[in-house]
């Protein structure tokens, strides 16, 4: 904080700016350590700069399973991953007969469930594959 008195000529001489301290305007509580390095922050006064690395969170994992599924008929099949998952990155079915569509997707936990149906009163059989983000 501090203050300053303004000259005589742009007002009656009785004129001054008074600042609070900088302490009183930038109360935070974080630290070095939570902010990200090379970057900066005023906390309580002081100028921080952050020493924190950035790592990376996530990763991506592919699972493969076979499946069969009779004329007209569905299944599931459930893959499991080493971690929580976060989403679907993209998946693939081979087929030989061209006949299985994917019709619905779960994710629960550290599992991926995926609907199956075939179509034109054909069965189907093949390896599904679903590559995931999963927490790191």
Do not use: F
């Amino acid at each position: 904080g501090g203050s300053y008195t303004i000259p005589a000529g742009y007002h009656n001489g009785s004129g001054k700016v008074t600042a609070n301290s900088l302490a009183s305007q930038t109360s935070a509580t974080a630290t070095a350590a939570g902010i990200l390095k090379g970057k900066t922050a005023w906390v309580n006064g002081t100028r921080l700069t952050g020493t924190l690395v950035a790592t990376t969170v996530s990763t991506t994992e592919s699972k493969s399973s076979d499946y069969s599924i009779g004329g007209y008929g569905s299944t599931t099949v459930t893959l499991t991953y080493s971690n929580t998952v976060l989403g679907v990155v993209s998946y693939s079915i081979t087929d030989s007969n061209n006949y299985a569509k994917l019709t619905s997707i779960s994710i629960s936990g550290k599992n991926i469930t995926l609907g199956m149906q075939t179509y034109h009163g054909h069965g189907a059989g093949g390896t599904l594959t679903v590559k995931a983000r999963i927490q790191k």
